[in-house]
């Protein structure tokens, strides 16, 4: 058997590692490893120990080899540092870094377990009123443990189109056509600009700056269930504007 080559390229090896090539997947890691020393450069002044995170990292790294598409329209390496980069980031959320509230946390507990059970019940989803006779809570009770306590969502998370397609990243969607992305890029500009401006800097702050409603909540002077209505506000109006 003839030697390989010293060095093969991404668009060589990711098509084999995509077929179950552990070899090719395995080179593809390597050559690309310096993405991950330059992610790591973002979070070396955190408390995490060096090597955990870049174990961390190593799995975002894979990943992105596992899912990327050429078709995609993106290099690969455009592709994977994102998702490197959220994999630390969701480590690091998990961890606790994010505090919520205990007692938030303990009404959480109690909705998760009333919604289940709801839903058992009626075989759908309860809507908050349902739950807030249910439990005896408060509807802005719930809206508050809940949006607390739901995890950001960022453009490197999986999502499903439907049922019968294959998972995606957010990500995966934003090249596949440059001209329909910037005709709704100043779509939204030219829509978020008829919202008031405290709509403008929740929607802002919570979607481009990844903020929570506790931390944009504290800095406004307001509570998070109304950060939590302006936000919702801000939306309808984008969704009839757009």
């Known amino acids: 058997m ?3 080559p010293d060095f093969q390229s991404n668009e060589e090896l990711l098509p084999r590692a995509r077929q179950g090539d552990e070899l090719a997947r395995e080179e593809v890691y390597k050559n690309n490893t310096g993405l991950l020393y330059m ?20 799995i975002g790294l894979l990943k992105a080899i ?12 455009t592709y994977a540092v994102p998702m490197i980069v959220g994999e630390i980031k969701k480590f690091i959320r998990d961890d606790g870094s994010i505090k919520v509230q205990r007692s938030l946390k303990e009404k959480y507990g109690k909705i998760a377990w009333g919604r289940e059970k709801l839903s058992a019940e009626l075989q759908r989803e309860p809507s908050i009123s349902e739950l807030a006779v249910a439990l005896d809570m408060e509807k802005e009770e719930i809206v508050a443990a809940m949006e607390a306590c739901k995890p950001p969502a960022y453009i490197y998370d999986m999502f499903s189109p439907s049922s019968d397609k294959k998972p995606l990243v957010f990500l995966d969607t934003l090249s596949r ?7 709704e890029k100043l779509a939204l500009k030219e829509a978020l600009t008829r919202l008031s401006p405290r709509e403008q800097q929740v929607l802002t ?4 700056k990844d903020e929570s409603q506790a931390v944009i909540a504290k800095s406004l002077g307001i509570s998070q269930v109304q950060v939590s209505r302006v936000e919702k506000a801000a939306l309808l109006k984008l969704k009839n504007y757009l």
Request: aromatic share 22%.
């Open 2 to 4: 003839s030697a390989a």
């Open 39 to 58: 992610v790591m450069e973002r979070f070396k002044n955190t408390l995490y120990d060096y090597e955990d995170l870049f174990q961390v990292g190593s």
């Open 66 to 77: 596992d899912n990327f598409d050429f078709s995609f329209g993106a290099r690969f390496s």
């Open 177 to 183: 056509n440059n001209q329909n992305d910037m005709l």
């Open 205 to 208: 702050r919570r979607f481009f």
